[in-house]
């Protein structure tokens, strides 16, 4: 039985419940599909790029779809009925793929390219003003004031 037991850390913590659900289904899902392959880099502090190799899918062939903390990429082959020749060997998979990501809160899709077989899609943080530390002037007479350098939600 390889499951970890979070309820010690439930007791103490509050509001890391999706946390605790995310880090379960990545535990449950670690040995699953590994096709098509990919690569996820951070870029700069609040920038990523994720990179899939889609070797013979055309732009139309895939769907990019994010929602809230979730990206999703699927690949569809269309029939190629009019094909009639027959294969001896086939080494290049033609099989569609859906691949998930969960995304941090206040990371969205900035742009999405399509080149040489990889699909490239960059991702930015944007934490909204109301979310940033700011300092708090004590007395209340003074404005707030944004932190700079400040520990971000991540």
Do not use: C, W
Request: aromatic share 8%; hydrophobic share 40%; net charge negative.
């Amino acid at each position: 039985m390889n499951r970890f037991d979070f309820t010690p850390l439930s007791r103490s913590t509050v509001g890391f419940d999706r946390l605790f659900t995310l880090l379960e289904n990545a535990h449950r899902t670690g040995g699953g599909d590994n096709y098509p392959p990919f690569n996820i880099e951070r870029k700069a502090e609040d920038s990523y790029r994720i990179t899939l190799a889609v070797a013979g899918f055309r732009q139309a062939d895939i769907e990019i779809t994010a929602q809230q903390n979730l990206l999703v990429v699927q690949g569809r082959k269309p029939d190629e009925a009019e094909n009639a020749s027959q294969f001896l060997h086939v080494g290049i998979a033609q099989r569609g793929f859906e691949r998930r990501f969960e995304l941090a809160d206040f990371v969205r899709v900035e742009k999405a390219a399509l080149e040489d077989g990889l699909l490239v899609i960059d991702l930015i943080r944007e934490v909204p003003e109301a979310m940033k530390p700011r300092k708090i002037a004590i007395g209340g007479a003074q404005p707030l004031t944004v932190v700079e350098g400040g520990s971000q939600a991540a």
